[in-house]
């Protein structure tokens, strides 16, 4: 056969092979960006991380030890605090958790070799060395640029305990504690930018009432104080308040009632709320690698229920503290999916697929949406643990698609929300349905303008255009996030499965015109 005779086998066979594929043709989204108008700034505090005493989080997940032939700076994993710092990570709260009521600060201070092992009793009952102690969290977040939301002990420990372990980190001048740290290598007090006072006090912090904890947090409130001079000021510690775990409103509501009537002796300056993503509910089933398109639409469908879940408790909120003053903290929250095989289930080891990814960037629009009240949320955990960013093996690390979401949101750290308005449309996978687009859209302190989209849909692409009313856009340029499938995931041996690509974005008419892919989360800055 000659050349050319080849060349139309081969028209042919493609020819029956597009015909023979199912036809999938683009829905389309019309977004319309209000740049005229503004809403709530959005804290950069909402991207917050969890990082608690539990599993392989803390230990081998941070904390090698100065001895370990993984590259590491004072004991702290050196390409973990690479991958975070790309985060700007506002915050991370330690050491719980469930594990908070149980940490006595002082077994975790000075030399390593005189610490004594305690038990992890609320984790696995493993041996804790207590080498990653305050002085080690305090290096590892002054590393990756962070800042420290420590929770204190009022389940098994005593209000001279917590204040002396504020007392320990914040003093400066030369008390006992103070100089105690400084034999310990740190002579400047530290900055302590939020203490949460106990953790879910109302199942395992210790069970207790909501009256029995209110009166707990007065104490805790009066005598727990941070004594560093520079944040004395505009700069002061913010104190937060057990909050709900359940949608049902009645603790905060005795909380905020409670609230209403503080005086100069005790306040919190936020109410915690914990809720987790766990389709199916408890205890969980989810695997976090082997599902199908039905348990992907089931998890995100669950996952949007935290917009309902935020707006019952801020109802009461606004009904004693209408000025806002208090803020909603979601210091708890991400997919709780079934532990791996082969771990132990106690460590909460699940993988991270581009689900995940997408469940993240719903939540993080769901917080900004609610940003007035929402200024504060740390997702569980920051690695090796549940929706976690990084996982490690021993010297090997990956990146999961969370947290390449959290660095594509970058740009949206106390950006001022900027309303899009646009028809969601449905996506029906079985009896669920869902919106099929969801959309947040920001200004940054330069004046760009930032647009995220997220596409649900797992088969459909989008073809968005999108009207900007009171901005002129120059140049539109931004990255995507998706992979082959629901269930992608980024492994030791392939960690380069589900990483953001470029994506073309043009400007027609003023207008700013992509197709976003299926099952995808996009962010575009808009040059003014
Ligand atoms: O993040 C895991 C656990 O979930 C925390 O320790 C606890 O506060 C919550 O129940």
């Known amino acids: ?24 043709t683009a829905e389309h989204a019309h977004l319309t960006i209000d740049a005229s108008k503004t809403g709530a700034k959005i804290d950069r505090n909402l991207f917050g991380q969890f990082a608690e005493n539990l599993g392989h989080g803390l230990y081998e997940g941070i904390w090698v030890g100065p001895d370990s ?4 700076t004072r004991g702290i994993r050196n390409d973990v605090v690479a991958a975070l710092s790309a985060l700007k990570v506002p915050n991370v709260r330690w050491p719980g958790g469930c594990f908070a009521d149980q ?35 305090m290096d590892f977040i002054h590393q990756i640029g962070s800042e420290a939301y420590v929770s204190v002990n009022i389940g098994s420990g005593t209000p001279q305990e917590a204040a002396e372990w504020l007392e320990y980190m914040t003093a400066a001048a030369p008390t006992a504690l103070a100089k105690e740290r400084a034999a310990n290598g740190h002579p400047e007090p530290y900055k302590v930018g939020f203490m949460g006072i106990g953790n879910e006090s109302w199942s395992c912090g210790g069970d207790m009432t909501p009256d029995y904890y209110l009166s707990q947090l007065k104490i805790y409130s009066r005598f727990a104080i941070n ?63 082997d599902f199908n398109i039905d348990d992907y639409a089931k998890t995100l469908k669950t996952t949007l229920f935290m917009d309902e879940f935020l707006r ?55 917080f900004a949406r609610h940003a007035d009240r929402v200024r504060m949320a740390n997702i569980a955990q920051m690695i090796n643990v549940l929706q976690a960013m990084i996982l490690t093996d021993k010297e090997k690390m990956l990146v999961t698609p969370t ?126």
Not at 1 to 24: C, D, E, Q, Y
Not at 109 to 137: H, K, Q, Y
Not at 317 to 341: C, F, I, N, R, S
């Open 103 to 137: 940490y006595h600060w002082r077994k975790g201070i000075g030399m390593a070799a005189l610490r004594p092992a305690t038990l992890n009793s609320a984790w696995g009952n493993v041996v804790d060395t207590n080498s990653f102690g305050t002085d080690e969290f």
């Open 312 to 366: 019952k408790q801020e109802v009461v909120m606004d009904k004693y503290d209408p000025q806002k003053k208090v803020a909603l903290v979601v210091d708890e929250w991400g997919a709780w999916l079934k532990p791996l095989p082969g771990t132990n289930p106690a460590f909460l080891v699940q993988q991270n697929s581009l689900r995940d990814a997408i469940l993240a960037s719903l939540n993080l629009n769901i």
């Open 403 to 528: 947290y390449y979401v959290y660095r594509m949101y970058v740009p949206f750290q106390d950006a001022t929300f900027i309303p899009v308005a646009f028809d969601a449309g449905t996506y029906m996978q079985g009896n669920v349905s869902l919106p099929r687009v969801d959309a947040l859209a920001a200004r940054d302190a330069s004046g760009k303008l930032w647009l995220e989209i997220t596409n649900l849909d797992p088969e459909k692409p989008i073809d968005i255009d999108a009207e900007v009313n009171g901005m002129v856009v120059k140049a539109a340029k931004g990255e995507t996030l998706t992979a082959p499938a629901v269930n992608s995931i980024n492994t030791f041996s392939a960690p380069d499965q589900v990483v953001p690509k470029p994506i073309a974005a043009s400007l027609k008419d003023g207008k700013l015109v992509l197709t976003v892919q299926p099952k995808s989360v996009t962010v575009i800055s808009l040059e003014p």
């Open 69 to 72: 032939s993984i590259p590491n």
């Open 1 to 24: 056969m000659k050349f050319g005779g080849v060349r139309f086998v081969l028209l042919i066979l493609s020819l029956m092979l597009v015909s023979s594929a199912p036809l999938v």
């Open 227 to 289: 004594d560093n001079p520079a944040q004395q000021d505009k700069d002061q510690m913010l104190k937060i308040a057990v909050g709900p775990g359940f949608p049902e409103t009645e603790w905060t509501e005795a909380m905020m009632k409670g609230w209403q009537h503080h005086d100069w002796s005790w306040n919190f300056d936020g109410l915690s709320l914990h809720w987790y993503t766990t389709p199916g509910g408890w205890p969980v089933a989810m695997s976090s690698t």
